[in-house]
């Protein structure tokens, strides 16, 4: 292509938002150290402040402290006076910054930059050759993957997810089996266990630091109606009430296998209830996706590929609606909704329900 067919301005534009782009992945490793340090904590509690009285108010190093002040004024994100020497996390800013924001803390999700970061080469060669890359690689996923979504149930499990499903809550109260796959480090479980003493739970995953992590803190809590196994979720056994899958299903390397154990292990009148990403399997229907360019990094760096990885089918982050109710109806059910709670952007709700027998 000449430069007389190249539209110069729509260059000049485009070469701006590139610019954009490294700027802003810049800061999300800067947001990583942000929350990681506590520093994010620690300026929203302080008045307008130096470097040397951030880095004594957080126990840091203050040469690195003000680097990284560098970065996050001229980023935008803390506001600095040059007469005082001052910097200032602005509320607005604090709001989703901090541990305080909970659900709403989207600098804990900047941790994962350096998770995807670690198997970039690994990644590379799965380009190359195909395959993927083992869930060994990736150390840090369970412990980043519960701090995410265990913000989420703490706000949102008992009051707004369970009751997606009609009449659930007051199942669980008066006592019903239920079963968790995928569970992780097995918070949903145990928050489950504790709202619904009468019922009795089980949480299964194929991560050992996952479910040692979630027996953990079962023992902690004193729960005696929630256990946890290592067990593939393609081979689950037993019969259950209800059986949930949070974020888990698209990451399967037999997710269809999966789906048809389920259908398999629900009593009569049961329910799944499975959560999952909130897109169109049409890649045409997802420019308006919030974390559209999030979602398909996280599928290349990790849920796509983990799959792949053992020789699954790496369905990936973005399967999609059309792709999930296809393959629910493909393992038996017929009877399906789709719910939403209110405030999450990223998660559809599938309520599936297995008929009673006549
Ligand atoms: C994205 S995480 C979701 C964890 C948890 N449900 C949550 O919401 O935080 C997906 C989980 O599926 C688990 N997993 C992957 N393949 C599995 C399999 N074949 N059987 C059981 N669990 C599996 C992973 O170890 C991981 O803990």
Redesign the pocket.
């Known amino acids: 292509m000449t430069t007389d067919t190249v539209d110069l301005a729509r260059q000049e534009e485009f070469a701006g938002r590139m610019v954009q782009v490294l700027n802003d992945a810049c800061l999300g490793y800067l947001c990583s150290i942000g929350h990681r340090t506590g520093l994010f904590d620690t300026l929203a509690g302080l008045p307008p402040s130096t470097s040397a009285e951030i880095a004594t108010a957080t126990g840091l190093n203050e040469r690195y402290v003000r680097e990284w002040l560098g970065g996050m004024t001229v980023g935008g994100i803390t506001e600095y006076s040059p007469d005082e020497g001052t910097y200032r996390l602005p509320p607005e800013h604090a709001a989703t910054l901090t541990r305080a924001a909970g659900p709403d803390n989207l600098a804990s999700f900047m941790q994962n930059f350096a998770l995807i970061g670690n198997v970039e080469d690994e990644v590379l060669e799965a380009f190359r050759k195909g395959g993927g890359v083992p ?1 060994s690689s990736y150390p840090r ?2 412990e980043l ?2 701090e ?3 913000r989420v ?1 703490d706000a949102a499990l008992i009051d707004a997810v369970v009751p997606l499903a009609p009449g659930l809550t007051e199942r669980l109260r008066e006592g019903i089996d239920a079963l ?6 097995g ?2 479980v145990n928050l489950l266990a504790q709202a619904f003493p009468n019922s009795r739970f089980r949480g ?4 050992e630091t ?1 479910i040692a992590a979630a027996r953990r803190e079962a023992e902690h809590l004193g729960l005696s109606n929630a256990h946890f196994d290592l ?4 081979g689950l056994t037993g019969s259950y009430d209800l059986i949930t ?4 299903i698209h ?4 997710p269809a296998e ?1 789906l048809a154990a389920v259908a398999g292990a629900l009593r009569d009148g049961g329910t799944f209830l499975m ?1 999952d990403i909130d897109a169109s399997s049409k890649l045409e229907e997802n420019f308006d996706l919030a974390l559209g360019p999030a979602l398909y990094t996280f599928s290349v760096f990790y ?1 796509m590929t ?2 792949l990885g ?1 020789g699954g089918a790496g369905l990936g982050t973005v399967w999609g609606r059309q792709t999930a109710q296809r393959m629910l109806n493909e393992a038996g059910f017929t009877d399906i909704t789709l719910r939403h709670v209110e405030g999450d952007i990223i998660n559809v709700y599938y309520v599936a329900r297995k008929a009673t027998a006549a």
């Open positions: 869930y996923f369970q993957q519960a995410e979504t265990s149930y968790d796959i995928g569970t992780g480090q918070h949903a299964l995953d194929m991560s996952g067990v593939d979720s393609a899958a949070f974020d888990v990451d399967l390397a037999r999966t959560g849920c983990v799959s053992e």
